[in-house]
């Protein structure tokens, strides 16, 4: 049995399971993998496949030395301990792909354990994307300036720029979510928007769920007005469908669908600009759920804006970054 690793398309389901199937449920169980994950399976395959090879080790099935080693090789290359258990994730997948025994990964896991307590006892720790809390937000607005003060090439990329900022701050996005969006998704209403989001990372069986975005306190930071100025722009340019943000080039033309990877090299570029750090694509939900916590709004208000699980751990995070500080025991204690 062999794993399907194309060298280019993001198909990656077992060759051999169910020798009864067709090969048009093939390509259904295909596409009912996340594309996400679909491309990580490819990179991590194609990896540990190269590695096998060159040290002429068994690829499918592999066994668990073989996989303790390449972990120990990825340790050396300096990977950092969460790609390390992806890759580990992925080959134990594609062993449960092609039905075939899935290697003891307990020694591969003790190295990683080892090699955390050393990186701590280093000085190292785990990156985590840095959140664009609401005085950044506000930071990034006032670079970006009025839309009606810059010169025309420059317009769209402002109007766009904004409703990133503040719809993806406001629904608490994930940079995917944000790409995905279309004009249809997002509704106006007398109370705010409503946007539509038919997937999410924890909602793969895409059953869908609505965010609610409120009118803004300020005009100029409001997602509300900054989606209908947005709206009114491309309906200008003839467009009144498709998707909610595209590419826009150098001389202010529009282009297609913004990829989630566009999202974050706009964030990185307001960021820059505007002096508040290097974020990233995870950087307005993070920010959005840390300035709701401080501004005293429960774990479960945060959950249901997000669309975090109950009990999400993320969600307990940013709360306990608010409460070290107000719960602290020598808070009220004056030397």
Known sequence: MSLVVPEQGPVVVPAAVGAGLSDETRAMLAEAIPENTRRSYQTQTAAFR???????????PSDADTVTEYVRHLLAEGRAPGSIDVAISVIRTMHRYARVEVPDTRDARLLIRGYRRR????????????????ADIRRMLDTLGDPAAVPDRARAQVLRDRVILLVGFGMFARRSELARLDLADVTETENGLVVYIARTKTDQAARGQERVLPYGARPDA???????AWRTFLAEQGIVEGPLLCRIDRHGRLGGRLSGQGVDLVLKRLGAA???GHLSGHSLRAGAATSAAEAG???????????????????GRYVRQRDRWKNHPLADVTI
């Open 50 to 60: 190269a590695w096998c090879e060159a040290d002429d080790r068994p690829f499918l």
């Open 119 to 134: 990186r701590a006892d280093e000085g190292g720790r785990d990156r985590q994307a840095p959140p664009a809390v609401a």
């Open 222 to 228: 409001c997602p509300v007005r900054a989606v209908r």
């Open 274 to 276: 505007a002096g508040v």
């Open 297 to 315: 709004a429960t774990t479960g208000q945060i959950e249901d804006g997000g669309g975090w699980a109950k009990g999400s751990t993320a969600v």
